[in-house]
């Protein structure tokens, strides 16, 4: 089955000069269920190391790719990944325990853009590949009305913070989010009365550089390690609000449509 993601592709991935590394060696993709071990991996240490997430238990593999799955029927999942250096040591889901933590126009690909694609296909040779991050979106209210608004989550491996390997999938979800119409984007986020070592504000200062902003904070809600945690809601509208409303179209329509590439 295919992993492909339609992205405009050539509006992310020419960008020069805002990352660490170069933005060309982060690629992006659709996630699969076949990817649940690896960013398993990546979340695990989230949950038993961190109050980013509130959620106490890891879940098992089958209850997350059951979650990849469950979010593709309407929304985007994305995974950043690279090549990985030649001799590097592969990634496994044992061993990345110690590791925690898009679409528009669509652009006419020349055949050699088309090869480039099935070279870098993780469906050909994804061992040659390592995951680096993921990135979604997901209902903020199932109720009609709500339609245009959505919830945003990331998660990024602990040694890829500050390598561009966020921004870049966050930019990629936001294309792929104005493509099928969403207006609201929401970030809930776990918030510490002091930085300590469980909980910091880095996420709230990620997503302000990224353009989100606060808009609401409820105190002392989430209780985790024998503390209380504040949760803070952020927000950032992806078109202006005079903007005529169109119906939302899910993300799998989307896909079909356009190139298959970010």
């Known amino acids: 089955m295919s992993h492909e993601v339609p992205i405009r592709k050539k509006e992310v991935l020419t960008r020069q000069g805002k990352y660490p590394v170069r933005p060309e060696e982060i690629l992006i993709r659709q996630a699969a269920a076949d990817d649940a071990p690896a960013l398993l991996a990546i979340y695990a240490p989230y949950v038993r190391k961190t109050a980013i997430t509130f959620e106490y238990e890891v879940p098992t593999e089958d209850e997350f790719r059951g979650r990849i799955g469950r979010t593709l029927k309407r929304f985007p999942y994305l995974v950043a990944y690279r090549k990985a250096a030649a001799g590097a040591e592969k990634q496994s889901a044992a061993g990345a325990e110690e590791q925690p933590a898009a679409c528009a126009e669509e652009q006419p690909a020349s055949g050699a853009d088309r090869q480039n694609a099935a070279d870098r296909s993780p469906e050909?040779?994804?061992?040659?590949?390592?995951i680096l991050?993921?990135?979604y979106a997901g209902y903020?209210?199932?109720r009609a009305a709500y339609d245009w608004a959505c919830e945003v989550s990331i998660y990024v491996r602990e040694d890829m913070k500050r390598s561009g390997t966020g921004r870049r999938l966050y930019e990629a979800l936001e294309l792929c989010l104005a493509a099928m119409g969403m207006r609201n984007?929401?970030?809930c986020i776990g918030v510490p009365e002091a930085d300590d070592e469980?909980?910091?504000h880095d996420s709230v200062r990620f997503h302000e550089r990224m353009g989100y902003r606060l808009c609401g904070t409820f105190r002392r809600c989430g209780y985790k390690f024998g503390r209380w945690y504040d949760m803070c809601w952020m927000e950032k509208f992806l078109v202006p609000q005079e903007t005529e409303v169109?119906?939302?179209v899910?993300?799998?329509?989307i896909c079909e449509e356009t190139d298959p590439w970010i």
């Not at 050909?124 to 390592?130: A, N, R, V």
């Not at 899910?250 to 329509?253: A, I, L, N, S, Y």
Request: no cysteine.
């Open 185 to 187: 984007l929401y970030a």
């Open 140 to 142: 903020f209210k199932t």
């Open 198 to 200: 469980y909980l910091n």
């Open 124 to 130: 050909s040779s994804m061992e040659e590949y390592e």
């Open 246 to 248: 169109k119906p939302v």
């Open 250 to 253: 899910p993300f799998p329509e």
């Open 133 to 135: 991050g993921y990135a």
